[in-house]
């Protein structure tokens, strides 16, 4: 499946932005949805995952609260709801598809080309 992240830029501490990341596949819905992101210098690391039917989500504990992952299998999308963002989410962010939830970066086989989000203080 291949899969492209979009809605990224900048915005100011405090501030919302929502991530979204278009699939092409028509089995879509039969896959797992992951956000993940990487710092400068820093290794990737996992944000959020929702289930093939959404029932079932998983978040790191530093964006718990304040992120919320959600997809629209009728247009083969997932989203990624981030809210009050701090300078410490400024990463690029990736989306990953993968046969079932997972934290793990080897859970999912598909990753797109990700997208810069950036929080000034």
């Known amino acids: 499946v291949q899969l492209q992240e979009s809605g990224g830029g900048l915005v100011q501490a405090g501030g919302s932005l929502r991530l979204s990341c278009a699939a092409s596949s028509r089995t879509f819905g039969t896959y797992a949805l992951g956000w993940f992101r990487q710092a400068p210098g820093k290794e990737r690391e996992f944000v959020g995952v929702?289930?093939?039917?959404?029932?079932?989500?998983y978040y790191a504990d530093s964006v718990k609260g304040r992120f919320t992952v959600s997809r629209d299998n009728a247009k083969n999308t997932v989203y990624l709801q981030m809210n009050s963002l701090n300078s410490e989410d400024t990463a690029v962010y990736y989306c990953a598809a993968g046969p079932r939830p997972s934290t793990s970066m080897e859970g999912f086989a598909s990753w797109g080309q990700g997208t810069q989000v950036t929080v000034s203080s």
């Open positions: 929702i289930s093939w039917f959404g029932d079932i989500t």
